[in-house]
């Protein structure tokens, strides 16, 4: 295993006894890369692979199966540019079936695959879709095209060239209508202001399942510092409209601060979960478990991006502990059962 002393050193330092170690997990959102994208190797570290996901995996929580998102990892480097994000979905699916040989465990990674496309193609989207079909085998379940933009560039940097008002585009809702036809779910990135456009975008696609990642990504930075609290009820009446759509489901996330891993707030440990910064992070969570019900609703741990904020055992005791007051039945679908559903994840 490629792992460096100093990972070895911060995997010991934030680890701690597993809290309701037999409950069943499925973990909904991670990505794989090797130098793929500098912007989040930075984050993340260089290298995160199967050794690396697999380290995590097996620090004593139940995961049963994980679901890959992607992070433009391992595209083609010849063909078509269209078709050179299907290497992420070969790629994806050669890590998984390396999973499902069991030379490994019991533990299903990349049981399902998320991967991207740029739906603003055209006549060249059918083409995609179905290849990332073909490369998936009964493992691909959707696309992920990232939305994330503000006028302050310091919110999300390069990954945030995009551009505003991409849901709304005429050529990529073009290319958004092939998705239900194929079976094929929306994950949706995108920063808090934006969340309406995606509640115009959903009510326009009812037939296709979609997924909100990262509770929306509430701001606390660049312009947006010191005004969460402000914000918090923009943030919440949005959430409270897209959960009147019954085609989409939320993944769960701390928010720290920032859009997914950038200035976050080191939580060493779980028992920290309501003391960095941490009602109102607590709060977001809740706020969505309410609008959306558990049964639309699943916790992620979005790593390697988190990982410079915990570690993966201390991110999954922090989600047991903020699910302490549910049921036995909410925390299963909190936990595996929604992720299981919505990614159509056939698992032993």
């Given at each position: ?18 809290l ?7 973990d ?27 380290m ?29 994000p ?9 890590v ?56 302050d ?6 990954i ?11 050529s ?45 990504a ?17 943030w ?19 928010p ?10 080191p939580?060493?440990h ?30 992620e ?20 502990l ?10 299963t ?12 994840l056939?698992?032993?």
């Amino acid at each position: 295993m490629h792992v460096t002393k100093q990972e070895k050193d911060t995997a010991t330092e934030l680890s701690e006894e597993i809290l309701n170690p037999t409950l069943r997990i499925v973990d909904p959102h991670h990505h794989l890369w090797d130098r793929a994208i500098e912007a989040l190797a930075a984050l993340g570290g260089s290298r995160y692979l199967l050794d690396e996901l697999l380290m995590d995996l097996d620090s004593g929580h139940d995961v049963c199966a994980t679901v890959y998102v992607e992070a433009a990892s391992m595209y083609r480097a010849d063909g078509p540019s269209w078709l050179r994000p299907v290497g992420e979905t070969e790629f994806a699916n050669g890590v998984a079936a390396m999973s499902a040989s069991g030379l490994y465990g019991t533990r299903r990674a990349c049981a399902g695959i998320v991967s991207h496309a740029d739906l603003r193609l055209g006549e060249h989207i059918q083409d995609v879709l179905e290849a990332h079909i073909r490369a998936g085998g009964d493992r691909f379940r959707g696309i992920r095209q990232g939305a994330a933009w503000d006028a302050d560039p310091s919110i999300v940097g390069a990954i945030g060239r995009i551009g505003p008002g991409l849901y709304a585009d005429r050529s990529f809702r073009s290319g958004f209508r092939r998705l239900a036809p194929l079976g094929v779910s929306f994950d949706a990135w995108l920063l808090q202001p934006q969340i309406p456009d995606l509640v115009d975008l959903v009510r326009a696609f009812p037939d296709t399942q979609i997924i909100l990642d990262h509770v929306g990504a509430p701001l606390g930075v660049g312009v947006y510092s010191g005004g969460r609290v402000e914000l918090f009820p923009v943030w919440k009446r949005s959430i409270q409209a897209l959960s009147q759509c019954a085609n989409v489901a939320v993944k769960l996330w701390r928010p720290r601060h920032a859009p997914s891993g950038s200035c976050l707030v080191p939580v060493q440990h779980s028992r920290n979960v309501r003391a960095t910064g941490s009602r109102l992070e607590t709060l977001y969570v809740e706020t969505c478990i309410e609008a959306f019900g558990p049964n639309r609703c699943m916790f992620e741990s979005n790593f390697p991006v988190d990982r410079g904020t915990c570690s993966y055992t201390v991110l999954w005791n922090a989600f047991k502990l903020i699910a302490r007051s549910y049921s036995e039945d909410e925390k299963t679908a909190l936990f595996s059962g929604t992720a299981q559903r919505v990614y159509r994840l056939s698992l032993p």
